[in-house]
């Protein structure tokens, strides 16, 4: 799938995603078909393999962005999402002996009594004796109607969706480590606007008291400079604890304990870093989403089962093999004469079963069309992901514009009203309401860009991880 210029997904790239992945209903053997491929490539491939060389660039490249050179790599949950990879790698392995041969070994030394009104006692022989065995057994299942392929096929792809858990694991965990980072440094922002304006109001209110008390203004303009003053330290104050509950979250997503874990404030006069996203997205960075690559894998590994059901309708033959010693005295059980060997070909059909195999198919065929509608809802969620951020980016940014002349108008009328107020032309009450209509807008400019910065980390974990290294 290319995408020419737009950043966005148009109606017809979705429609064409819509039909191709209702073509997925169309399979129901795997051991003659397999599901068509949709425009997001399965894990197994190249591109998307999640366990792959593909996967591991494109965790990197989310990692670059999601993430900051001060904070370790994020712990925690996803320690069960590895230990879930390692089951369905065993399981995997597990699958993968059924294609070799099964070669066991057994030696027994018994003591034993024959019955005298056994079919196969001799008049004059002796009813008890020994019997010492030493025997080799060699087993090997033709996989003519494909169960072992299948159940093969079927593991590799669960194990393929489990990596794309953890791959979808870890750069969640990242892309939350990373918006509670831009809101941090945004509220450090924040605190040093409103320490710099507890200072500045603190002076304030000292300068109204001295006219106050030489008689050049009123006990009102005292009282509403006290106010100010003291509503800002509120707002101080609650930016503090914000601050600090968000770094106790920055701990928590890396394994630390929140008692034991700070980051400095931002120097004074640091910008909020707002992470740019260019325009003309390739919509091709949708395949990335490990979620997706997760879920296309488990309809292949419910394709896989309907095979492995298909095949218990028919029979299953073996190769089997043994070679040993027998002997009723253990002074001749290694002698030749003792050897024994048989060969030959083995084969089983259920005939009647109660209608078991065909409950098995159609749990099967459920199966499988569960997996088609989680896949469909999967793809139809990862576009209003990224076409929801993409919209919030748009209009974030023209707020910003649009803020950012508010905090200069204001700063503006700021410093008109201190020379009316100087001049006596107008009453302490309009520099107040000035003062707080600029502290305002600064504020709310900081807080546009930390929602920029917060759809920038979401469009990006929407894309699967990082988008600048990619083809055009």
């Not at 710099?196 to 106050?212: F, H, Q, S, W």
């Not at 303009?221 to 106010?227: C, E, G, R, S």
Request: hydrophobic share 40%.
């Amino acid at each position: 799938m290319r995408s020419r210029s737009s950043p966005g997904l148009t109606p017809r790239t979705r429609s064409l995603s819509i039909r191709r992945i209702r073509s997925l209903t169309g399979c129901r053997y795997a051991s003659h078909n397999r599901p068509r491929r949709s425009r997001i490539p399965p894990p197994g491939t190249p591109d998307a393999d999640p366990c792959g060389a593909a996967g591991a660039r494109r965790g990197a490249g989310a990692r670059g962005v999601l993430s900051q050179p001060a904070l370790p790599a994020p712990l925690g949950a996803l320690r069960a999402a590895l230990a879930r990879l390692e089951q369905a790698r065993a399981e995997t392995r597990i699958a993968r002996a059924a294609f070799f041969p099964t070669l066991t070994a057994e030696a027994s030394a018994t003591r034993q009594r024959t019955s005298l009104n056994a079919p196969t006692y001799a008049p004059g022989r002796p009813t008890t004796g020994n019997v010492f065995i030493a025997e080799g057994v060699l087993g090997y299942e033709l996989d003519l109607f494909g169960r072992v392929r299948n159940t093969v096929a079927g593991a590799r792809a669960s194990e393929q969706a489990s990596a794309g858990d953890v791959a979808a694991l870890d750069l969640s965990v990242h892309a939350e480590l990373a918006s509670d980072y831009f809101t941090l440094r945004g509220l450090d922002l924040q605190q040093q606007f409103l320490d710099r304006t507890v200072a500045d109001y603190a002076k304030a209110l000292e300068l109204t008291e001295n006219l106050y008390r030489g008689g050049a203004a009123a006990i009102a303009d005292v009282q509403q400079a006290q106010a100010q003053l003291e509503t800002a330290r509120t707002q101080a104050e609650d930016t503090r604890l914000r601050r600090a509950q968000t770094e106790h979250a920055i701990a928590v997503l890396i394994g630390r304990e929140a008692s034991d874990f700070t980051l400095p404030p931002r120097a004074e006069g640091a910008e909020l870093p707002v992470p740019e996203v260019a325009p003309g997205l390739p919509s091709q960075l949708l395949e990335r989403r490990p979620d997706v690559a997760a879920a296309e894998r488990r309809v292949a590994a419910a394709n896989a089962a309907l095979g492995v059901a298909r095949a218990a309708y028919f029979p299953v033959f073996n190769l089997a093999g043994a070679a040993g010693q027998e002997s009723t005295r253990a002074s001749s059980w290694m002698s030749a004469p003792s050897r024994l060997w048989s060969i030959g070909p083995q084969g089983l059909l259920t005939i009647f079963d109660a209608g078991a195999h065909a409950a098995q198919s159609a749990t099967a065929h459920a199966a499988y069309d569960e997996q088609v509608a989680n896949y469909r809802a999967t793809v139809l969620v990862a576009y209003q992901d990224v076409e929801d951020n993409l919209a919030a980016l748009r209009q974030l940014e023209r707020e910003s514009v649009s803020q950012a002349a508010a905090v200069t108008a204001t700063q503006g009328a700021l410093e008109q009203a201190n020379l009316r107020y100087k001049g006596g032309i107008v009453s302490y009450l309009e520099v107040v309401s000035t003062e707080n209509a600029a502290l305002s807008a600064r504020l709310t400019a900081v807080d546009i860009g930390i929602r920029r910065t917060n759809a920038t980390v979401l469009l990006v974990k929407a894309l699967g991880g990082d988008w600048r290294n990619s083809p055009r």
